[in-house]
């Protein structure tokens, strides 16, 4: 068992974790989840020792292994693939050993194999990988450590569906403990059995049994029975306060209108009884039981701009190829893309998905065929790995560079994309991976684009901000082409997939089986 104590984390004047309990029981499968910021990559760091907090304790059995997971890779001082393996496998062997076993060899292969890294060998070294396949090569060391207790912060961020569908088969068939932070609703669907909440609103930590959806069936409930009480509330003060007024200005009609004595009499006991209303209302107004008006937290709000005319054919490609010396990616593309289409282009990674986009951006030129735009066509496009900002502007200059916007004007645009006026100044190069994903969505609304192609578009969203882009796709009246390993958010945007595999694309629907909820009008 894991039990967290009271833990207490201050950052500056901010208090990120506030008197936080609970206990991970043996064997058990949960969720801990919060908006970005709520401080749950902090709790993650303080469980595994990286971090200490300010306060509180971290209690485990004394032979229980932690296995921590964080969202970017660990610093090592292994230099291959192999090396990483064998520094996770001695720290669990009572005979370390310089060199893998054959069979310790044998896993290792069956695991990177199972996240996507099939072509990698065990020799290769680590500093020639991508970010992504770092990731998953430290999440494969740490599976084959086989943990007591799994800490695994966003360990769905770089995997293809293949690679999501084995880990969901194997933390599903883990014995031990596991504590996962993931913003994949499905994901979570399939490997949970509880979901321990932080709130910055409020502190500790709550539990809720059952899945991602029960929960957030219950939370939605809960938000729903506060308004009704807001509204009962409501209701209660503009009584009160029309009660108020209507006899005060009865008083002091009643006043002006008489010199009579008695009937000023009279009218004096009005107005006395109107002050004893006015003082009810404030005590109703002050009173500690009164709600505020339940409001979702500050998330993204996005309205894309309807396109004035758009072509009924967006795109028409033709007998298209790519491949590079030594590898071809995709050949014989006969494709074709409708107005309001809306596909999802899946395939394991190293497939040519994000090839394929650049080459239809025309940032790559194609070895073979043609491709066609509609001449309507006004294309906004958000790359994976956010080379379109400009790294020395800040976000204000950012926006205006794509549509003439006053400073205040760009303030309060920026202000729905969950930016404050401190950060719309800092130089684009000081933001996170996350606030420059929010930038490239507020960038794309400004344009006023018609045909959206975007690289991986919610890798860095939490829950609430991903259901809101996917209310924003819904409302907007033109087609996209995406990136996107999150089935849930296909399912509830797409209508179209194509799923590239052998050099090749095979034309679908979105599998039944991610079918996640329904996207509620805005």
Same mark, same amino acid.
């Given at each position: 068992?894991?039990?967290?104590?009271?833990? *207490?984390? @201050?950052?500056?004047?901010?208090?990120?974790?506030?008197?936080?309990?609970?206990?991970?029981?043996?064997?058990?499968?949960?969720?801990?989840?919060?908006?970005?910021?709520?401080?749950?990559?902090?709790?993650?760091?303080?469980?595994?020792?990286?971090?200490?907090?300010?306060?509180?304790?971290? @209690?485990?059995?004394?032979?229980?292994?932690?296995?921590?997971?964080?969202?970017?890779?660990?610093?090592?001082?292994?230099?291959?693939?192999?090396?990483? !393996?064998? @520094?996770?496998?001695?720290?669990?062997? =009572?005979?370390?050993?310089?060199?893998?076993? =054959?069979?310790?060899?044998? /896993?290792?292969?069956?695991?990177?194999? *199972?996240?996507?890294?099939?072509?990698?060998?065990?020799?290769?070294?680590?500093?020639?990988?991508?970010?992504?396949?770092?990731?998953?090569?430290?999440?494969?060391?740490?599976?084959?450590?086989?943990? /007591?207790?799994?800490?695994?912060?966003?360990?769905?961020?770089?995997?293809?569906?293949?690679?999501?569908?084995?880990?969901?088969?194997? $933390?599903?068939?883990?014995?031990?403990?596991?504590?996962?932070?993931?913003?994949?609703?499905?994901?979570?669907?399939?490997?949970?059995?509880?979901?321990? %909440?932080?709130?910055?609103?409020?502190?500790?930590? +709550?539990?809720?049994?059952?899945?991602?959806? *029960?929960?957030?069936?219950?939370?939605?409930?809960?938000?729903?029975?506060?308004?009704?009480?807001?509204?009962?509330?409501?209701?209660?003060?503009?009584?009160?306060?029309?009660?108020?007024?209507?006899?005060?200005?009865?008083?002091?009609?009643?006043?002006?209108?008489?010199?009579?004595?008695?009937?000023? +009499?009279?009218?004096?006991?009005?107005?006395?009884?109107?002050?004893?209303?006015?003082?009810?209302?404030?005590?109703?107004?002050?009173? &500690?039981?009164?709600?505020?008006?339940? !409001?979702?937290?500050?998330?993204?709000?996005?309205?894309?701009?309807? =396109?004035?005319?758009?072509?009924?054919?967006?795109?028409? $490609?033709?007998?298209?190829?790519?491949?590079?010396?030594?590898?071809?990616?995709?050949?014989?593309?006969?494709?074709?893309?409708?107005?309001?289409?809306?596909?999802?282009?899946?395939?394991?990674?190293?497939?040519?998905?994000?090839?394929?986009?650049?080459?239809?951006?025309?940032?790559?030129?194609?070895?073979?065929?043609?491709?066609?735009?509609?001449?309507?066509?006004?294309?906004?496009? !958000?790359?994976?790995?956010? %080379?379109?900002? *400009?790294?020395?502007?800040?976000?204000?200059?950012?926006?205006?560079?794509?549509? &003439? !916007?006053?400073? #205040?004007?760009?303030?309060?645009?920026?202000?729905?994309?969950?930016?404050?006026?401190?950060?719309?100044?800092?130089?684009? &190069?000081?933001?996170?991976?996350?606030?420059?994903? +929010?930038?490239?969505?507020?960038?794309?609304?400004?344009?006023?684009?018609?045909?959206?192609?975007?690289?991986?578009?919610?890798?860095?969203?939490?829950?609430? #901000?991903?259901?809101?882009?996917?209310?924003?796709?819904?409302?907007?009246?033109?087609?996209?082409?995406?990136?996107?390993?999150?089935?849930?958010?296909?399912? +509830?945007?797409?209508?179209?997939?194509?799923?590239?595999?052998?050099? #090749?694309?095979?034309?679908?629907?979105?599998?039944?089986?991610?079918?996640?909820?329904?996207?509620?009008?805005?």
């Amino acid at each position: 068992m894991l039990q967290i104590n009271r833990i *207490n984390k @201050v950052f500056g004047d901010r208090h990120v974790l506030v008197d936080v309990t609970f206990a991970l029981n043996d064997g058990e499968h949960a969720a801990l989840i919060g908006s970005n910021g709520s401080g749950k990559t902090t709790l993650f760091e303080i469980i595994s020792g990286k971090l200490e907090a300010d306060s509180g304790t971290v @209690v485990k059995s004394a032979n229980d292994l932690i296995g921590y997971l964080p969202q970017n890779p660990l610093e090592t001082t292994a230099q291959t693939i192999a090396e990483l !393996m064998l @520094v996770a496998l001695n720290q669990i062997n =009572p005979f370390p050993t310089s060199q893998l076993l =054959p069979r310790e060899k044998a /896993e290792a292969l069956r695991v990177l194999a *199972n996240l996507g890294l099939g072509y990698l060998e065990l020799q290769t070294p680590l500093d020639i990988l991508s970010g992504g396949e770092r990731t998953r090569v430290q999440l494969a060391s740490l599976l084959l450590q086989r943990p /007591e207790i799994l800490l695994l912060d966003e360990p769905t961020n770089h995997l293809d569906i293949p690679a999501l569908e084995w880990l969901e088969n194997f $933390i599903n068939n883990y014995p031990g403990s596991g504590l996962l932070i993931s913003h994949d609703r499905l994901f979570l669907d399939h490997t949970i059995t509880c979901v321990y %909440e932080l709130d910055e609103d409020r502190e500790g930590v +709550r539990k809720f049994p059952g899945d991602y959806s *029960n929960y957030a069936d219950l939370i939605a409930k809960e938000k729903q029975k506060a308004y009704e009480i807001w509204k009962d509330q409501e209701s209660e003060i503009r009584r009160l306060k029309s009660d108020w007024i209507n006899t005060a200005e009865q008083a002091r009609y009643t006043e002006k209108r008489t010199k009579d004595s008695t009937t000023r +009499r009279y009218a004096k006991k009005v107005a006395k009884k109107g002050l004893a209303k006015k003082k009810r209302l404030e005590r109703h107004l002050e009173a &500690s039981e009164r709600i505020q008006k339940p !409001m979702d937290k500050w998330r993204i709000d996005i309205n894309f701009a309807e =396109p004035e005319h758009q072509s009924t054919q967006i795109l028409s $490609i033709n007998d298209l190829g790519f491949g590079y010396t030594d590898e071809l990616l995709f050949q014989n593309l006969d494709l074709y893309i409708q107005a309001g289409q809306r596909i999802a282009l899946i395939g394991p990674n190293g497939s040519g998905k994000s090839t394929l986009l650049k080459v239809l951006m025309g940032q790559l030129a194609q070895n073979t065929g043609s491709y066609r735009w509609g001449k309507s066509v006004i294309l906004g496009y !958000m790359p994976q790995k956010q %080379e379109s900002l *400009n790294p020395s502007l800040n976000s204000i200059e950012s926006i205006q560079g794509v549509k &003439s !916007m006053s400073l #205040s004007e760009v303030y309060h645009f920026l202000h729905y994309f969950l930016f404050d006026e401190d950060q719309v100044i800092l130089p684009i &190069s000081a933001l996170s991976f996350g606030q420059r994903a +929010r930038l490239l969505l507020a960038r794309l609304v400004a344009q006023g684009a018609n045909f959206l192609i975007l690289d991986e578009p919610v890798n860095h969203l939490d829950i609430p #901000s991903r259901e809101q882009f996917e209310k924003a796709l819904h409302a907007f009246s033109g087609g996209f082409l995406l990136v996107a390993h999150d089935r849930a958010f296909i399912a +509830r945007t797409c209508n179209t997939v194509w799923d590239i595999r052998n050099a #090749s694309i095979v034309e679908g629907v979105p599998d039944e089986s991610w079918k996640y909820g329904s996207i509620e009008p805005q």
